[in-house]
């Protein structure tokens, strides 16, 4: 009772001031719903905690200048060589600093962790359709942190000025030259002045642990208050609508568990940084411009890149006395600046061709928006291809493949796998959509044979039970697109068009929407698994136009159309 | 709801009227101010809680006296776990998990006190010990929280209602009106010379800080197009500084790294002025290679690759490519450094190579073209 006492002192104290028992009251009973691929947001804001944390530590020892020493450390093979401070610092971070290598490994981890994270956490995000009204607004804001997640990681690992993260450097330096009229100018200020020059590694260390962790943490917060705000979506489930939301409550529930997935994504990191070498810079070497090693590769988040950069043809044009390098400037800038606009303007995309205006809290199953997974698995496939062909050294080696025929398959991979992938991935989703109406149609298949009196022989069947049901009858909703004054809904070739569906734009936009809503139609009987004994397992016509209860009576396998009275 | 489980909890018991809360930050902050309005909603006793998957409590459970609640205010969650027994184990289990952290963490502590660094072998092994400890106290806890809410705290699931986010037209209108209101009185709508010249003020102050940013660098200018290479430099050995004769370097087949003498400490020169040196066979050197600019064979390239910049710093003997590690631009040697696969567009550069009166390597000018990679201002 004590400790209650103290705890009301403490509460009615802040309460006289603050005003918070109602508010903090109300959030403490706030409604987390629970699936897993909720927690992946979760790991990208946790990697983002412990960078904070093991930066902090970092920025205590570490020297972000390129003032040269010769090294006289611990790390004696590099003893008597020329380096710069940052990089002798790091020497000394990681070699003299009890906890600093561990620091080190654990931020670089971690770091991986973050991208990592918060790419299958887009990917979550699209498949089921969570961008959509309310939700673009943190959809555009997740998209602008993966954006400053990437920076953030290039510059990072360029702090140490080792020989592999300066090559990263000079690549950068390349890309800016070769942006027409500004490029040369870009570069220049960057560098100030000639590669290397001396100011890149203050300026990224200026950029890395303070213009962009606090972009990045003014972002999340925004991000998180506005899920907060919308509240959570839920997964499709019985007795989950668009106007509630179904799971535990945040105290003591989600606090506990998303406590203890902190400490996990800690531990898992920890352990990472005890067992597995990250960026060994005293390997590489201090950077020197003569200076490169094969097989030298980027993080795995700026691999994408990478590829872009291996796989696009030496085009170039002198026009005028002016060099466009489209051999660079192309693939540094096209691939994933499209992959951003392209994934920022997709819900506002899907919202004019669907006419939907509505709000959306529970998720899309993916098979059932078959042609927005199957885009999404075209990007990915298109990503994944650039993103292999950004270590086509490693691959060639390791499978005895020549190197040049990487780079040929993945200038033809980039255009036909993605196609393929859409094509497979819309056929996968519409057969799963099947199964879903057999299964809604025909009940689940027991595995007992009866005989009937009349000798027939059938496999009876159960009805889904309801939970199974709700998700399985879950479809998105589309409104349907603007109807013309006097159409009736299924005849919109009859009428006046309405306005915005008239004209060249109107009808892409028809043709649009019948591509994007293409699904296989659920039962029009919403009951239709009601009977315990299915006879007609594959009735080539539609059950949805079987009337309720009629299944009892049409028992007769394939002997005319099911539903017949 | 149909699934709300009423034989529930002891909790529930004598509970029939029991209010659902409306558990609401947005409607809670929308309704700062007019107290009640939760409490006073008109809804069943069943609405928006669910308590799922808790059988029928055991005969003993009903026994034990319930401690009531502040206030007599129904109690929103069970306060016990279903299974008394199997709790009393996870209990267990959990503060086994948490000793462990507690002693991971003591390790951690210990650790960095007993192993010191200032070696690799040291390193490493407090590296181990360090990341193990530290490693298994956080995993100790993530695993005993967990255990803590998955065996100990009763399984519920409740469910709150949505609100639509748009605000209600009334609200919206009166927006509009302060809104519109504020900007009549302040004048701002109806004085379009404050408003212009407000405008116009802004926009300098707006450019200004661009303005700032313009000493972060020299002008490129035609820095780009030269190195440092001059008439009569010393090609020296990249790493011992060691000026070659073509006696020095006479085994077919084998590449050096080689920069202008006096600058190997100057890595804003050599990120251009870097050079392969290449010794051929006799005869092996072709067009478009030019062979006033050899000695003996020996043929020099720039080493900046000319797609990215980077050393293009690998050499095949057999086949005479220089293949750049970055992006694989591939360039024969024997042949002009011609481009032969890959994003480069333009072969490496060749310096043109004489010998001066002691017999060492020199430049005999500059490269004829910037070396590099691509850039605007490059004709």
Redesign the interface.
């Known amino acids: 009772m004590s400790t209650n006492h103290a705890l009301e002192g403490v509460g009615t104290w802040l309460d006289d001031r603050l005003h918070g028992a109602?508010?903090v009251r109300?959030?403490l009973?706030?409604?987390f719903p629970d699936h897993w691929t909720f927690l992946l947001g979760e790991i990208a804001l946790y990697s983002f905690i412990i960078l904070l944390l093991t930066g902090t530590f970092l920025t205590l020892f570490f020297q972000p200048s390129m003032g040269?020493v010769v090294y006289h450390g611990?790390?004696t093979n590099l003893d008597g060589v020329?380096m710069s401070r940052a990089y002798a610092s790091t020497l000394n971070i990681?070699?003299?600093?009890?906890?600093?290598?561990?620091m080190r490994?654990?931020h670089h981890w971690a770091a991986d962790l973050f991208m990592a994270a918060i790419m299958a956490h887009m990917i979550r995000i699209f498949f089921t359709g969570a961008y959509r009204k309310?939700r673009e607004v943190n959809w555009l804001i997740g998209i602008t942190l993966f954006t400053l997640g990437l920076l953030e990681g290039l510059f990072g690992y360029s702090l140490p000025d080792d020989l592999l993260s300066g090559?990263g450097l000079?690549?950068l330096?390349?890309?800016l030259?070769?942006?027409?009229?500004?490029?040369?100018?870009v570069?220049?200020?960057?560098?100030?002045?000639?590669?290397?020059?001396s100011?890149i590694i203050p300026r990224m260390y200026m950029l890395h642990v303070l213009l962009i962790p606090g972009l990045i943490l003014a972002l999340v917060t925004a991000h998180l208050f506005i899920m907060?705000?919308?509240?959570h979506t839920q997964m499709p489930g019985?007795?989950r609508t668009?106007?509630?939301?179904?799971?535990?409550?945040m105290y003591?529930?989600f606090m506990?568990?998303t406590?203890?997935?902190?400490?996990?994504t800690?531990?898992?990191?920890?352990?990472a940084?005890?067992?597995a070498q990250i960026n060994p810079i005293w390997l590489y070497g201090p950077?020197?411009?003569?200076?490169?090693?094969?097989?030298?590769q980027p993080d795995f988040y700026m691999g994408m890149l990478?590829g872009a950069?291996?796989v696009?043809?030496?085009?170039?044009w002198?026009v005028f006395?002016?060099?466009f390098?489209f051999?660079?400037f192309i693939?540094a800038l096209l691939p994933l600046g499209a992959l951003f606009t392209g994934a920022a303007f997709w819900p506002f995309i899907e919202q004019w061709v669907t006419g939907d205006k509505l709000?959306h809290?529970v998720n899309d199953r993916p098979r059932n928006a078959p042609t927005r997974t199957a885009i999404g698995v075209a990007v990915i496939t298109l990503y994944g291809v650039l993103w292999a062909e950004g270590a086509?050294?490693i691959l060639a080696n390791h499978f005895d493949i020549s190197?040049?025929l990487t780079?040929e398959i993945a200038r033809v991979a980039w255009i036909v796998a993605p196609i393929i992938a859409y094509i497979l991935t819309k056929r996968i989703c519409l057969g799963l959509q099947r199964k879903d109406v057999h299964l809604l149609e025909h009940g689940v298949e027991t595995g007992i044979i009866r005989q009937l009196p009349s000798g027939e022989f059938i496999e009876e069947t159960r009805p889904v039970d309801e939970e199974s049901r709700a998700i399985l009858e879950s479809r998105p909703h589309y409104q349907g697109l603007p109807r013309g004054a006097g159409a009736g809904p299924e005849e919109s070739q009859e009428g006046v068009p309405a306005p915005g569906m008239r004209g060249a734009i109107g009808k892409a936009r028809e043709r649009l929407y019948n591509v994007i809503t293409e699904s296989v139609p659920l039962p029009a009987n919403g009951h239709g698994n009601g009977h315990a004994i299915e006879g007609n397992g594959h009735g080539d016509q539609p059950s949805a136009v079987v009337p309720s209860g009629s299944g009892q009576s049409g028992a007769g396998p394939d002997d005319g159309p099911p539903g017949q009275p | 709801m149909s699934d709300t489980n009423d034989h529930g909890h002891p909790g529930d018991h004598g509970q029939p009227g029991e209010s659902a809360r409306g558990d609401d930050l947005m409607a809670d902050l929308a309704a700062a101010g007019q107290p009640g309005e939760h409490e006073g909603q008109p809804d069943g006793p069943q609405a928006r809680r669910r308590v799922i998957g808790t059988p029928a409590p055991a005969a003993g459970r009903t026994m034990l006296a319930e401690e009531p609640a502040a206030g007599g205010a129904p109690r929103e969650l069970p306060a016990d776990p279903e299974n008394l027994e199997s709790a009393k184990r996870a209990e267990r289990i959990v503060a086994a998990c948490f000793v462990l952290a507690m002693l991971a963490g003591l390790g951690f502590i210990a650790a960095y006190v007993i192993f010191q660094v200032h070696t690799v072998n040291n390193t490493l092994h407090s590296n181990l010990a360090l990341g193990t400890t530290m490693g298994v106290a956080f995993l100790a806890m993530g695993v005993g929280a967990t255990i803590w809410v998955r065996r100990l705290m009763p399984d519920v699931e409740v469910s709150e209602e949505r609100h639509p986010l748009a605000s209600t037209p009334e609200n919206k209108a009166a927006f509009a009106q302060t809104f519109e209101e504020g900007a009549q009185t302040s004048q701002f709508v109806k004085r379009p010379l404050i408003r212009r010249t407000l405008i116009a003020a802004t926009v300098p102050v707006a450019v200004a800080p661009i303005v700032l940013l313009r000493d972060m660098g020299p002008l490129p200018e035609k820095s780009l197009d030269h190195t440092v290479w001059k008439k009569g430099t010393r090609l020296v050995v990249y790493g011992t500084n060691r000026p070659l004769t073509p006696a020095d370097f006479s085994t077919p087949g084998s590449s050096l790294s080689v920069i202008p003498e006096g600058y190997a400490e100057n890595d804003n020169a050599l990120a251009k002025a870097a050079t392969t040196l290449i010794k051929f066979r006799p005869g092996q050197l072709r067009a478009p290679t030019v062979m006033n600019w050899t000695v003996n064979d020996i043929v020099a390239y720039s080493k900046i690759c000319t797609h990215l910049g980077c050393p293009a710093a690998l050499y095949e003997q057999t086949t005479h490519h220089i293949l750049c590690p970055c992006h694989q631009s591939t360039f024969d040697a024997a042949r002009g450094a011609q481009v032969l696969f890959g994003p480069a567009t333009r072969p490496l550069p060749q310096l043109p190579l004489t010998t001066n009166a002691q017999g060492f390597l020199v430049a005999q000018s500059d490269y004829h073209e910037p070396v590099g990679p691509s850039f605007w201002e490059r004709s």
């Open positions: 109602r508010g109300v959030l009973r706030k409604v040269t611990s790390y020329s990681s070699f003299d600093v009890r906890g600093g290598l561990l490994q654990i309310p090559a000079r690549i330096e390349g890309v030259q070769s942006i027409p009229i500004v490029g040369t100018y570069a220049f200020f960057l560098f100030g002045g000639p590669f290397p020059g100011d907060v705000f919308q509240k019985k007795g668009n106007t509630n939301v179904v799971g535990q409550p003591p529930y506990a568990k406590g203890a997935f902190f400490f996990f800690f531990g898992i990191l920890a352990l940084g005890a067992f950077y020197n411009a003569v200076a490169m090693s094969a097989g030298s990478e950069l291996r696009f043809p030496a085009w170039q002198v006395g002016h060099t390098a051999n660079v693939p709000e809290h086509n050294d190197l040049y780079t």
